[in-house]
C-alpha cells in the first residue's frame, strides 16, 4: 500500500465558499497535506484572507471572486486557477447555506396560524417565491455550476474528485427549513446522478453531510442572540445528538481528506454523514 495514501501533493483544489468558516477549515486541510489551494467566493476578502493565512504556513494559495450562480464569473475564475496552477484536481462545493427568510418560524401550520400577522414568514403559506429560490438556486444550483465548470477542466486532463455539501437535512427534513432541507436532498440525489455519469472520465464524485455546525447561517435557529444560550430547538438537536454536541470548523477535515485522496479510490456516488450519529438515532 502506498505509505501516502492520503497525500495531496501536486494536486489542485478548488474550494466554493472557501472564505466562509467551514470552506476555510476545509481549504487548510486540504493545503496541511500538499495541495494548492484556490478559494472562491462572493466576499472577496474573506478568501483572500484564508489564502494568506495558508500561505503563511508555508502553502500555495489563492483568493479569488467566484460567484457561483454566475457562469462568467466561474469561468473567469478557473482561468485564472488553470494559468497559476496549470490544472485542477479537486473541487469541493461547499458554497451554500440557509436564509432566515426561507425558514418558517413554526414547525407545523395550524388554523389559527392563518390569521398571524406576525413578521417574517410564519408558515409555508407564508414564504416568498423569491427567498425560497434563493436558498435553493444557491445550494443546489450553484453545485451544478461549479461542477460543471471546473469538472470540464477535470474530464480534459486525467480525471479528478468532486465533493459536494450535502446535510443530515436531505434524508431527514427539519421543521423550519424547508428551501433548504429540500435543497440538499437535491445535492445528494444529483451527487449520485454524476457520479454515475462521470466515472468513464476517471471523475469520482462524493457528499459529505454534515449535521449541526453553529454558523452564521443557522445560528439564528440554535442560540438566543440576546443570551448566547441554546434555545429550544437546539437543547432538542443536542438530546438527539448521541455525541452530545454540535460539530467544529476541523470536523469535516478527516472525511473531506479520504474522499479526495487515494484512499477512497473505489468510492464515488457516496453520502458521508458527519453528524455525532443524529441520522442513526431515532430518539427511542
Same mark, same amino acid.
Given at each position: 500500500?502506498?505509505?501516502?495514501?492520503?497525500?495531496?501533493?501536486?494536486?489542485?483544489?478548488? =474550494? !466554493?465558499? +472557501? /472564505? @466562509?468558516?467551514?470552506? #476555510?477549515?476545509?481549504?487548510?486541510? *486540504?493545503?496541511?497535506?500538499?495541495?494548492? &489551494? %484556490?478559494?472562491?467566493?462572493?466576499?472577496?476578502?474573506?478568501?483572500?484572507?484564508?489564502?494568506?493565512? =495558508? !500561505?503563511? +504556513? /508555508? @502553502?500555495?494559495?489563492? #483568493?479569488?471572486?467566484?460567484?457561483? *450562480?454566475?457562469?462568467?464569473?466561474?469561468? &473567469? %475564475?478557473?482561468?485564472?486557477?488553470?494559468?497559476?496552477?496549470?490544472?485542477?484536481?479537486?473541487?469541493?462545493?461547499?458554497? +451554500? /447555506?440557509?436564509?432566515?427568510?426561507?425558514?418558517?418560524?413554526?414547525?407545523?401550520?395550524?388554523?389559527?396560524?392563518?390569521?398571524?400577522?406576525?413578521?417574517?414568514?410564519?408558515?409555508?403559506?407564508?414564504?416568498?417565491?423569491?427567498?425560497?429560490?434563493?436558498?435553493?438556486?444557491?445550494?443546489?444550483?450553484?453545485?451544478?455550476?461549479?461542477?460543471?465548470?471546473?469538472?470540464?477542466?477535470?474530464?480534459?486532463?486525467?480525471?479528478?474528485?468532486?465533493?459536494?455539501?450535502?446535510?443530515?437535512?436531505?434524508?431527514?427534513?427539519?421543521?423550519?427549513?424547508?428551501?433548504?432541507?429540500?435543497?440538499?436532498?437535491?445535492?445528494?440525489?444529483?451527487?449520485?446522478?454524476?457520479?454515475?455519469?462521470?466515472?468513464?472520465?476517471?471523475?469520482?464524485?462524493?457528499?459529505?453531510?454534515?449535521?449541526?455546525?453553529?454558523?452564521?447561517?443557522?445560528?439564528?435557529?440554535?442560540?438566543?442572540?440576546?443570551?448566547?444560550?441554546?434555545?429550544?430547538?437546539?437543547?432538542?438537536?443536542?438530546?438527539?445528538?448521541?455525541?452530545?454536541?454540535?460539530?467544529?470548523?476541523?470536523?469535516?477535515?478527516?472525511?473531506?481528506?479520504?474522499?479526495?485522496?487515494?484512499?477512497?479510490?473505489?468510492?464515488?456516488?457516496?453520502?458521508?454523514?458527519?453528524?455525532?450519529?443524529?441520522?442513526?438515532?431515532?430518539?427511542?
Amino acid at each position: 500500500m502506498n505509505e501516502d495514501i492520503f497525500g495531496l501533493t501536486g494536486k489542485v483544489a478548488v =474550494i !466554493t465558499g +472557501g /472564505g @466562509g468558516v467551514l470552506g #476555510g477549515a476545509m481549504a487548510r486541510a *486540504l493545503a496541511g497535506r500538499g495541495a494548492s &489551494v %484556490a478559494l472562491l467566493d462572493v466576499k472577496d476578502e474573506g478568501a483572500a484572507e484564508v489564502a494568506r493565512r =495558508i !500561505t503563511a +504556513g /508555508g @502553502g500555495r494559495a489563492i #483568493g479569488l471572486h467566484g460567484d457561483v *450562480l454566475d457562469e462568467q464569473s466561474l469561468a &473567469v %475564475a478557473a482561468a485564472k486557477i488553470v494559468e497559476e496552477f496549470g490544472r485542477v484536481d479537486i473541487l469541493v462545493n461547499a458554497a +451554500g /447555506g440557509n436564509s432566515p427568510a426561507a425558514s418558517t418560524s413554526r414547525e407545523t401550520a395550524g388554523r389559527e396560524d392563518l390569521l398571524s400577522k406576525d413578521d417574517g414568514p410564519g408558515t409555508f403559506f407564508d414564504l416568498r417565491l423569491e427567498d425560497f429560490r434563493s436558498v435553493f438556486e444557491l445550494n443546489l444550483l450553484g453545485t451544478f455550476l461549479a461542477s460543471r465548470t471546473f469538472g470540464r477542466i477535470m474530464a480534459e486532463r486525467d480525471g479528478g474528485v468532486i465533493v459536494n455539501i450535502s446535510s443530515m437535512t436531505a434524508s431527514r427534513p427539519l421543521t423550519r427549513v424547508p428551501a433548504y432541507s429540500a435543497a440538499k436532498a437535491g445535492v445528494s440525489n444529483f451527487t449520485r446522478w454524476l457520479a454515475a455519469h462521470l466515472a468513464p472520465l476517471r471523475i469520482r464524485v462524493n457528499a459529505i453531510a454534515p449535521g449541526f455546525f453553529l454558523t452564521e447561517q443557522n445560528r439564528f435557529l440554535l442560540t438566543d442572540e440576546r443570551t448566547g444560550r441554546l434555545t429550544a430547538r437546539g437543547e432538542a438537536i443536542i438530546t438527539h445528538t448521541p455525541l452530545a454536541r454540535f460539530g467544529k470548523e476541523d470536523d469535516l477535515s478527516g472525511a473531506l481528506i479520504w474522499l479526495v485522496s487515494d484512499a477512497s479510490a473505489l468510492v464515488t456516488g457516496a453520502v458521508i454523514p458527519v453528524d455525532g450519529g443524529f441520522s442513526a438515532y431515532a430518539g427511542v
